[in-house]
């Protein structure tokens, strides 16, 4: 169950979907890239309504926010998809390492 799983695996799976709406973006395939990014709120939303602190919360609701603004709204600003990247790169090693892999 999603709301079990821990705060880290949540989001390095968020971090999937966000790479695979990138991805399918670059390889100019709208749809696949918005389903992707369809499943990543999907995913973001499930991961709000998990045991999390209050700052744990925010930082989720923050997440959602830049995401979806980036995404929807072509943001041209400090986010770019190698933010992205980067951003759920460090989440997936991390996971990965606590995880043993």
């Not at 709208?30 to 389903?35: D, I, L």
């Not at 998990?50 to 995401?67: A, D, G, P, Y």
Request: charge should be positive.
């Amino acid at each position: 169950m999603w709301i079990n799983k821990p705060l880290l695996e949540q989001e390095a799976n968020i971090g999937s979907e966000v790479h695979r709406s990138i991805s399918w973006r670059l390889r100019n395939n709208p749809q696949y890239s918005k389903t992707a990014f369809d499943i990543s709120l999907e995913l973001i939303d499930l991961t709000l309504k998990s045991n999390l602190s209050q700052l744990q919360r925010n930082e989720i609701l923050r997440l959602k926010k830049s995401w979806s603004d980036f995404y929807l709204l072509k943001d041209s600003g400090k986010l770019t998809n190698e933010y992205w990247e980067e951003f759920f790169y460090r989440i997936t090693y991390k996971y990965a390492i606590r995880k043993g892999k």
